[in-house]
C-alpha cells in the first residue's frame, strides 16, 4: 500500500509536467495517424505452410498475376459487346476479356444482362478498378466486380461508415456518461483522457509493418468502450474521496492509492485476453491482439497519469456542475438476488450448461456469405450467382503426354458429384478445354482446304520443314506465318494462341481454374473440397496447388480448431492467473471466471439457437474480449464485497453495498460496451467488422447480466468457503 500511495503522490506532485508531455505526444500522435499502412488483404494472414499461401508464390513466379474481375453490362448489341470487348483486351492491364454469349447472358429487371469475365496481368488491381468503372460512360448501366473491386468497396465503406459510427458511438458514450455522472463536466473529462489515450494508439500504429482494415476500423470504438470504466472508477473514488478529505490533492491521492490495484488488474486482464489472439495460426489475431492491447494499456497509463491533473485543473467548474446522481438501486437488486439466490443460481447454472452444450453444436464460417450489401460486387452476384473460382496448378510444359493428362484431370475434375447429385464442378478454363482448337492436330490437306491452298503445296512445305503427316495447331501457328504471308486468319488464330498461353502455360506449371458449384459455407464444404484435393492428388501425388477463396477458407477452418482450443486455454489461464495474484487467493478468481466463460457460452449458443453460423474471426475475438474485458466488471463487485467483508459487515449488507457501489461502473462501462459494438454491427456494411460487433455487443450484455445476477448469487452462497474472517 505505501508503494502505491508513493507512485500517486508523486502523480500528484508532477501533474503539469505529465499533462504537457502527454499533449505534445499527442499532437505528435495525431500527424503520424497518416504514416499507418492499412492492409486489405486477408489473405496475406495466413500461415506460410498452407497450400493457399505455397499456390500463390508458384502463381506469382508462373504467371504473375491471379486476379480476375467479373463486368456485367445491359442489354448490349453485338457490335456494341465487340467493342467493349476490343477496348478492354487493349488494356495493358488485361490480359483476357471474354464473353460466351451461350452462357453469359441473364434476364433479370426486365432487362437483358451480360457477363465479361477478366483475366489480369501484373498490375495496381485496385487503380484498375477505378478505371473501369469509369471507362464506359455512354452505356446504360454496367458493374464491375471481382476479389479487387470489393478490396476497393470495402475501402470506400470504410472510409465512409466508420468515421460515422464514431460520431454516433460518442454521442451515446456522451450521453451514458452524462446520466450517470456526478457532475455534468465529469463526461468531458473522461471523454478527453481517452481522446488522448486513442489519438497516441493510432498514432503508434505505424511502427508495424501494417494493421488489417479489420483492425483499423474497430480498434478506437472498442479502446473507448473497453477502458471507459478505469476513468469512471478514478472519478468515482475520488468524490468519494473528496466527501471525507474536502482537500482536491489529497482526495486524488487516495483515489489513485484505492484504485490502483482495481484498474492495473482491470487492464492487465483485458489486454491477456487480447494477447491471446497472438497466438493464432491465421495471423490476423496478432494483429488486432498487439494494437488493442497496446491501446488498453496506453489508457490504462493515460487514466493514471492524465486525469488528475485535468481534475485538479478543472476542479472548480467540476464542483459547480455537480448534480444529484440517479440511483441505480443496486441495493434493492442485491437483495433480491440475495432473497432468492439458490434458485437464481440453480436457474443461471441450467442455463450456463444449456449454453455450454449449445456451444459445441455451433457451426462456423470461414469467408463472407455473399458480397457487401449494395456493393457492386453483390449486384454482379445478385444475377450470375457468386464466383469463388478455384485455380490448380499442375506440373507441365508443352508435350502431348501433359495435355493428356491434364485432359484426363479435368474430365475427372467434371465427373465429381455433391451429396445431392449436382457436379461439384461447373465449367473448367484450362488450355485443355478453352485453347483446346490449339491442341487438334491438322495434316496437309486440312490445311490446304483451310487456307485455299493447293494441297500438294502443302505437303512440299511439311516434307521441307521436317513435320509429321500431322501436326499440332499451336506448332503449325508458328511456321505458318513464314509460308502464308499476311494471312489475316493465321494472325487471329496466332494472336488467340498466345493469350490463350499466356493465361494457362507457364515455364513449369499449368494453370486450370475451376468454376465450382459449392460454397465455403455450405455443410459439406470440406468433403465437397476434399474430392477435389484427391482428384488433383491421384494424378499428381503431392506436386500440385491450390488457391482462391474455397482454398483459403479451407485451410483456415483446418487451422480454426487449433486456434480455438489455444485462445481459450491462454485467455482462461492467464486471466485465472492474473486475478489469483490481486485477489492473493484462487477461490473468487475461480468463481470470476466461471461466470465470465458461462457468459461465453450462453453468448455463443444463442447462436445456435438462432440457426446462425459464427464467422470465426468473430469468434476468437468476441472469446477474448468478453472474458479479458467484461472480468473487468466481476473484479470490482467482488473487490466491494471483499472490502466489505473485511471490515465485519455481514453478508446480506455486504452484497447490498458492493452491488450498490459497483452497479454505475458496469451498468456505464457496459451500456457502453453493448451500444458501440451494436452500432459497429447495424452501421457498417462490411461483413468481416459487423459481424465483430454484433457478436461483442450480445456477449457483454450477457456479461453485465451475469455479473449482477449470478455471481452475487455464488458469493453469498459461497461466503463462508470464500471469505474466511479472522
Known amino acids: 500500500m505505501e508503494i502505491k500511495r508513493k507512485l500517486a503522490r508523486a502523480i500528484v506532485r508532477w501533474r503539469y509536467t505529465i499533462f ?40 506469382e513466379k508462373e504467371f504473375g498475376s491471379s486476379e480476375q474481375l467479373r463486368m456485367m453490362f445491359c442489354d448490349l448489341d453485338e457490335e456494341s459487346m465487340g467493342r467493349v470487348l476490343a477496348q478492354l483486351n487493349s488494356l495493358p492491364e488485361v490480359l483476357l476479356a471474354s464473353h460466351d454469349p451461350s452462357e453469359n447472358v441473364r434476364k433479370a429487371e426486365g432487362q437483358t444482362w451480360q457477363l465479361v469475365a477478366i483475366t489480369l496481368n501484373d498490375c495496381d488491381t485496385v487503380m484498375l478498378v477505378k478505371e473501369l468503372r469509369a471507362m464506359f460512360p455512354d452505356l446504360p448501366a454496367y458493374y464491375t466486380g471481382g ?45 478527453f483522457v481517452l481522446a488522448i489515450s486513442i489519438i497516441i494508439n493510432m498514432g503508434t500504429n505505424f511502427i508495424f509493418k501494417d494493421v488489417s482494415f479489420i483492425t483499423f476500423s474497430v480498434c478506437a470504438i472498442l479502446q473507448l468502450a473497453l477502458s471507459i470504466d478505469y476513468a469512471i472508477m478514478l472519478l468515482h473514488a475520488y468524490d468519494a474521496c473528496l466527501a471525507e478529505t474536502r482537500v482536491p490533492a489529497e482526495a486524488l491521492t487516495e483515489a489513485l492509492t484505492e484504485c490502483f490495484t482495481r484498474i492495473t488488474s482491470s487492464a492487465i486482464t483485458t489486454a491477456a485476453g487480447l494477447l491471446s489472439l497472438l497466438f493464432m495460426s491465421f495471423t490476423i489475431g496478432f494483429d488486432i491482439g498487439i494494437v488493442l492491447s497496446k491501446g488498453i494499456m496506453i489508457s490504462m497509463l493515460t487514466v493514471f497519469l492524465v486525469t488528475p491533473s485535468v481534475i485538479l485543473l478543472m476542479q472548480k467548474p467540476l464542483q459547480k456542475t455537480r448534480h444529484k446522481s440517479i440511483r441505480f438501486g443496486g441495493e434493492y437488486l442485491a437483495g433480491f438476488i440475495y432473497r432468492y439466490r439458490r434458485p437464481a443460481a440453480a436457474l443461471l447454472f441450467i442455463i450456463v450448461l444449456a449454453g455450454a452444450w449449445m456451444n459445441t453444436q455451433n457451426r462456423y464460417t470461414f469467408t463472407e456469405q455473399g458480397g457487401s450489401a449494395g456493393s457492386e460486387t453483390d449486384k454482379i452476384n445478385s444475377i450470375f450467382g457468386v464466383s469463388q473460382p478455384l485455380v490448380l496448378l499442375v506440373p507441365g510444359k508443352d508435350s502431348d503426354e501433359d495435355f493428356e493428362k491434364q485432359k484426363d484431370l479435368s474430365d475427372r475434375l467434371l465427373e465429381l458429384k455433391k451429396s445431392d447429385g449436382e457436379p461439384l464442378i461447373n465449367n473448367i478454363a484450362a488450355m485443355v478445354t478453352t485453347g483446346k482448337e490449339a491442341l487438334k492436330y491438322y495434316t496437309a490437306t486440312d490445311v490446304a482446304d483451310m487456307l485455299g491452298i493447293p494441297s500438294p503445296v502443302v505437303s512440299l512445305f511439311f516434307y521441307t520443314r521436317g513435320l509429321e503427316k500431322e501436326v499440332r495447331a499451336d506448332r503449325l501457328l508458328a511456321l505458318a506465318g ?71 477458407s479451407y485451410d483456415i477452418g483446418n487451422a480454426f480448431k487449433g486456434d480455438l482450443m489455444k485462445v481459450n486455454m491462454i485467455t482462461f489461464l492467464a486471466i485465472l492467473l492474473i486475478v489469483i495474484l490481486s485477489f492473493r487467493s484462487w477461490k473468487v478468481p475461480a468463481l470470476l471466471v466461471f461466470v465470465i466463460e458461462g457468459a461465453i457460452w450462453v453468448t455463443m449458443g444463442i447462436s445456435r439457437i438462432k440457426g446462425e453460423s459464427i464467422f470465426f474471426i468473430s469468434y476468437l475475438i468476441c472469446v477474448a474480449m468478453q472474458m479479458g474485458a467484461t472480468i473487468d466488471y466481476g ?68 456479461s453485465v447480466v451475469f455479473v449482477l445476477t449470478l455471481l452475487p448469487a455464488l458469493l453469498s452462497i459461497f461466503d463462508q468457503y470464500i471469505f474466511i474472517q479472522k
Not at 506449371?509 to 460454397?519: G, K, P, Q, T
Not at 452501421?683 to 450480445?698: A, D
Open 20 to 59: 504537457v508531455l502527454a499533449i505534445i505526444c499527442t499532437v505528435a500522435s495525431g500527424f503520424s495517424i497518416r504514416k499507418t499502412v492499412i492492409n486489405y488483404d486477408l489473405n496475406r494472414y495466413l500461415s506460410q505452410e498452407t497450400m493457399t499461401q505455397r499456390a500463390l508464390k508458384v502463381m
Open 147 to 191: 476479389s479487387a473491386a470489393a478490396q476497393l468497396d470495402v475501402q470506400n465503406s470504410v472510409a465512409a461508415e466508420i468515421p460515422q459510427v464514431m460520431v454516433i458511438s460518442v454521442i451515446i458514450v456522451f450521453l451514458v456518461l452524462f446520466l450517470t455522472s456526478h457532475a455534468y463536466l465529469e463526461p468531458f473529462i473522461i471523454l
Open 482 to 552: 513464314s509460308f502464308a504471308g499476311e494471312n489475316e486468319q493465321i494472325a487471329v488464330l496466332t494472336e488467340q494462341l498466345e493469350t490463350a498461353k499466356n493465361a494457362f502455360c507457364g515455364p513449369e506449371y499449368a494453370r486450370m481454374v475451376l468454376d465450382i458449384n459449392f460454397f465455403p459455407y455450405d455443410p459439406d464444404f470440406n468433403e465437397n473440397m476434399e474430392a477435389v484435393l484427391a482428384a488433383a492428388e491421384d494424378f499428381y501425388g503431392k506436386d500440385f496447388y491450390m488457391t482462391g477463396i474455397p482454398m483459403s
Open 635 to 702: 473484479i470490482l463487485l467482488c473487490d466491494h464485497y471483499r472490502t466489505a467483508r473485511s471490515r465485519g459487515i455481514m453478508v446480506p449488507e455486504a452484497l447490498s453495498l458492493a452491488v450498490k457501489k459497483a452497479l454505475p461502473t458496469i451498468l456505464s462501462s457496459g451500456t457502453i460496451l453493448i451500444t458501440a459494438g451494436y452500432i459497429i454491427g447495424r452501421r457498417c456494411s462490411v461483413f468481416y467488422i459487423s459481424n465483430i460487433g454484433l457478436l461483442i455487443s450480445r456477449g457483454a450484455s450477457v
